[in-house]
């Protein structure tokens, strides 16, 4: 059962990243979940380097508190430090998850704190 979600997830991801592509000017919001954490990167897909990185693990401010709300503060988190890096707009990749829940969360908190997508 575990294969079968993740070759789906993964068919999925092929297809939403042939359209969604990160430029200088407007790089990819990249996000991944696993079961216990979530992580958001800002990509430059033409140099192939990440610019700015994001996650609920080494975060005191994310831990003991509900999933979805460690998606909040990595959401706000991931949009200062762009703001700091001088990065405004972003093209969003859902990496292949649902957009509901956790991920839902993190771009909605993304928004919020100033990120254009």
Known sequence: MALKKTLRRAKIKRRIRKKVFGTTAVPRLSVFRSNKQIYAQIIDDTT??????????????????????????????????????????????????????????????????????
């Open 48 to 117: 192939g380097k990440t610019l700015v990185s994001a996650g609920s693990l080494k975060n005191d401010e994310a831990q003991n508190v509900p999933k979805k709300e460690q998606a909040n503060v990595v959401g706000k988190m991931i949009a200062e430090n762009a703001t700091k890096a001088g990065i405004q707009q972003v093209v969003f990749d859902r990496n292949g998850y649902l957009y509901h829940g956790r991920v839902k969360s993190l771009a909605d908190a993304a928004r919020e704190a100033g990120l254009k997508f």
